[in-house]
Nanobody, 115 residues
């Protein structure tokens, strides 16, 4: 099993910034990718950004140029810097880790962008 500690969500005004952090622990030896997904009410969970073990990154078109995913200082930690936030970025953000054995999810952290 993989456990997650997610932090950094909250309420921010449009145009503001937030930084999400996620630390994975437990059975982490074979994690090959980590990322952030989000889900707004009434919608499906969608990819926000993902980073694989070699360092390559993938972003949703809606966040390109505004969000940056990076590895944290400790192994199997990942950060998401979110700038120029928009109301449509409001969602629950979930940390994710991919292993050959399957996908693992954090419990989620709420991000609300509102004036």
């Amino acid at each position: 099993q993989v456990q997650f500690v997610e932090s950094g969500g909250g309420l921010v005004q449009p145009g503001g910034s937030l930084r999400l952090s996620c630390a994975a622990s437990g059975s982490i030896s074979s994690i090959y990718a980590m990322g952030w997904y989000r889900q707004a009410p009434g919608t499906q969970r969608e990819l926000v950004a993902r980073i694989i073990s070699g360092g390559s990154t993938t972003y949703a078109d809606s966040v390109k140029g505004r969000f940056t995913i990076s590895r944290g200082n400790a192994r199997n930690t990942v950060d998401l810097q979110m700038n120029s936030l928009k109301p449509e970025d409001t969602a629950v953000y979930y940390c994710n880790a991919d292993k050959v054995q399957g996908r693992y999810w954090g419990q989620g952290t709420q991000v609300t962008v509102s004036s």
